[in-house]
């Protein structure tokens, strides 16, 4: 019977992450994170502050919100409605923020370290 082979350790594999570690560092990375955090943070924030106001409208002007608008539809309809209608719009302007501002440096940074684990 042949003696067990012992594993091989992959020599790349401490190359690897001092890429990874050098391409977090770098200031092409630390600009996409920036970019990201310059639109979500404040996008998000505003979003969680318009559905705050809209649980705390429901629960602190009831009257406010059973006033008719158009026919059946209130001021509480109308509200969840436009919560859903700005949750489409932040998603559609998310990527087009992506698309515009971050992917094409992502896409380059990502082939700039392929290229370095090769």
Known sequence: MPAPVPPVEAPSAVDSS???RAVQGSDAFQEIKRSYRA???PVSGAF???YLLYVAAQA???GLMRSQVAGPV???WLLGLLQFASTFLLTWLYARNARTKRDRAALG???DTQDQLR
């Open 60 to 62: 602190g002007a009831p």
């Open 48 to 50: 969680l502050g318009w």
């Open 74 to 76: 209130n001021v509480a």
């Open 39 to 41: 639109f979500v943070l």
């Open 18 to 20: 001092e890429v990874y």
């Open 109 to 111: 940074l990502r082939w």
